[in-house]
């Protein structure tokens, strides 16, 4: 390579290779930076570094996340989530050609990489960390400790596409991969967050079991053999000695486990007076500020996984995955189809006898249930509720999903349509209750007879209002 070097305030050139050299002095265009080959960091401040590194790697133009970045100098970073997304380190000439070397290199291996997207709600920024670490080479998406996740881990190939407070779905993106079969698990950690926000960072304080308050003291629990007297501590210590008396039988204590023992501790609580022996456990958050019982806290696995066969030969040869609808294991027509169908079924009602009719089952809170649980267990739960509507049909029925959380169905023939429907929503229900007893939907359903209704548009409107669709 040509080793030629030219250098203005901005512009790095080495041979035919352009850097971009970015400071927290000048400011800088984003749709610019595409016609440069990589980026040099060129700055002390570790704030500044890091904000730029996961702009970079979190933009959505490849010609910009997958380039390298080049830090001038080496300052200290505490945070050990930015080196991974650093390329090298600038301290001389050498360090200049070593630069130009791995952005050649990562643009070279950039071409291999095929266009396509897995389709999925994740698919996307699993594809843009694939691409990342095919263009280096690595096969590992592997944790990292950060105190500026909520969570407390951090995979940097990842979590660049999520904002810190949202690093929950990292492991949501995670798991979907891993169920798709791109990625595979090795258990590093278990942790446990909160149940509102899901955060890591949590603070556990002993209270008192009647009034929650922290402000509670513990003291051995004393038992004498010889009179087999029982209590705390403090009842005997003598003011003017160190030697333990009996206040039952007046007699010294001199050696535990002859004399006496200490079974248990009593607590006492300088809020509300109480005394007990049991505490209770709890763990406030630090981000929501949320306060529960330890037995609720949410566990977590924190895991490093690797690329398979599949999720590698995927990067270069294509992705040929599907969305919801079609990884539910269930027939679901699309709503094109669907519509077809349903005009088609109005018409032979209204010429032939028959008591055909469409129902809506809407889950009314279902983005609340996202929201808490990510959008991963979201998808799986809808499977299953597909999974219990299909097998209450027949096979003249069919079905589609509408806004992921609106089922519409066509039952053929059913004679007591109302009856069916409650079976069908406690069925829903008792899945729910069995694997997640902590969540409550909302279910609404309503129908109406294909007989009765002049158009399947006016039809699916009508059922809307009635379910207060929004």
């Known amino acids: 390579m040509d080793t030629n070097l030219h250098s203005t305030n901005s512009v790095v050139t080495v041979g035919k290779i352009?850097?971009?050299?970015?400071?927290?002095?000048?400011?800088?265009?984003?749709?610019?930076?595409?016609?440069?080959?990589?980026?040099?960091?060129?700055?002390?401040?570790?704030?500044?570094?890091?904000?730029?590194?996961r702009e970079i790697r979190g933009h959505h133009q490849p010609e910009i996340y997958l380039k390298g970045i080049f830090l001038m100098g080496n300052p200290e970073l505490k945070n050990r989530a930015v080196y991974s997304l650093?390329?090298?380190?600038?301290?001389?000439?050498?360090?200049?050609?070593?630069?130009?070397?791995?952005?050649?290199?990562?643009?070279?291996?950039?071409?291999?990489?095929?266009?396509?997207v897995p389709k999925g709600v994740y698919g996307s920024i699993i594809k843009k960390a694939f691409d990342l670490l095919y263009t280096r080479q690595n096969k590992t998406l592997s944790p990292i400790r950060d105190t500026h996740s909520i969570i407390g881990y951090n995979y940097p190939e990842l979590s660049v596409s999520f904002d810190e407070n949202e690093e929950p779905q990292v492991l949501d993106a995670l798991e979907w991969a891993d169920k798709e079969g791109l990625i595979w698990p090795d258990f590093q950690e278990r942790i446990y967050v909160c149940t509102s926000c899901s955060g890591g960072f949590l603070s556990?304080?002993?209270?008192?079991?009647?009034?929650?308050?922290?402000?509670?003291?513990?003291?051995?629990?004393?038992?004498?053999?010889?009179?087999?007297?029982?209590?705390?501590?403090?009842?005997?210590?003598?003011?003017?000695?160190?030697v333990l008396n009996c206040p039952k039988c007046n007699k010294d204590l001199h050696h535990i486990g002859v004399d006496y023992d200490k079974p248990s501790v009593i607590n006492h609580c300088n809020n509300c007076d109480s005394i007990f022996q049991d505490v209770y456990v709890k763990a406030k958050c630090m981000n929501c500020e949320t306060d529960m019982d330890v037995q609720y806290l949410k566990s977590r696995n924190i895991n490093s996984y690797k690329l398979t066969k599949k999720g590698r030969q995927a990067i270069t040869k294509g992705y040929s995955y599907d969305g919801i609808e079609e990884q539910m294991d269930v027939t679901?027509?699309?709503m094109d189809s669907f519509l077809s169908l349903l005009r088609y079924d109005i018409i032979r009602e209204s010429r032939e006898l028959g008591d055909d009719v469409l129902t809506g089952?809407?889950?009314?809170?279902?983005?609340?249930?996202?929201?808490?649980?990510?959008?991963?267990?979201?998808?799986?739960?809808?499977?299953?509720?597909?999974?219990?509507?299909?097998?209450r049909l027949n096979d003249l029925d069919y079905i589609c999903l509408e806004q992921s959380n609106l089922f519409w169905i066509v039952i053929h023939d059913v004679k007591n349509i109302e009856k069916a429907l409650e079976n069908l929503v406690k069925d829903i229900k008792e899945l729910i209750d069995r694997n997640l007893p902590s969540v409550k939907l909302s279910i609404i359903f309503e129908y109406n007879h294909l007989k009765a209704v002049s158009s399947a548009d006016a039809c699916m409107i009508d059922l809307k209002k009635k379910m207060l669709v929004e």
């Open 18 to 53: 352009r850097f971009y050299k970015i400071n927290d002095r000048i400011a800088f265009f984003w749709n610019a930076l595409m016609a440069y080959d990589g980026f040099i960091i060129d700055s002390s401040n570790a704030v500044f570094i890091r904000s730029v590194a």
């Open 86 to 116: 650093i390329d090298g380190f600038i301290l001389g000439e050498e360090d200049l050609n070593m630069a130009a070397n791995r952005a050649q290199e990562y643009f070279l291996r950039s071409l291999d990489i095929h266009t396509s």
């Open 204 to 242: 556990f304080r002993e209270v008192c079991p009647h009034c929650k308050s922290s402000n509670i003291d513990g003291e051995d629990l004393v038992h004498h053999f010889p009179c087999a007297y029982i209590g705390p501590l403090s009842d005997f210590q003598l003011e003017d000695s160190s």
């Open 332 to 334: 679901l027509h699309s």
């Open 361 to 391: 089952i809407y889950f009314e809170n279902l983005n609340d249930f996202a929201s808490q649980f990510g959008e991963f267990r979201r998808q799986s739960l809808m499977r299953e509720i597909a999974l219990i509507v299909q097998q």
